[in-house]
């Protein structure tokens, strides 16, 4: 990959058109989806967290899913799966650049 290729891609819960997308959990439910696609594959007891490869989360009041593209080059039909959910449902996708929560 080269130095031009986002690390992270953002799917924003907002259409082309800007409306909100439904459901409201929609992103928490492709997360959910997506749980056992992780560095060292499955594991017992993964399905009940997050992968770090696609984790919900809410930027600006905006529901949205930051995808790892770590996750293309381990789990390729799971990217696909997860750039065809964003296409199919019309939703906005862009480089996402995550910083970490400071503390204290």
Known sequence: MDSNTPKEI???GITSQGRTFRP????ERLAGVMSSFRPGGAS???????????????I???KCV????????????????????????????GEACLVPERRG
């Open 44 to 58: 017992p007891g993964s399905h009940l967290s997050y992968s770090p490869w696609c984790v919900p989360t809410v």
């Open 66 to 93: 930051v995808v790892n593209s770590q996750l293309r080059e381990h789990e390729p039909m799971a990217w696909d799966f997860v750039m065809n959910f964003a296409r199919d449902n019309d939703l906005q996708v």
């Open 24 to 27: 409201s959990d929609w992103a």
């Open 10 to 12: 953002c799917i924003q």
């Open 60 to 62: 600006g009041g905006v």
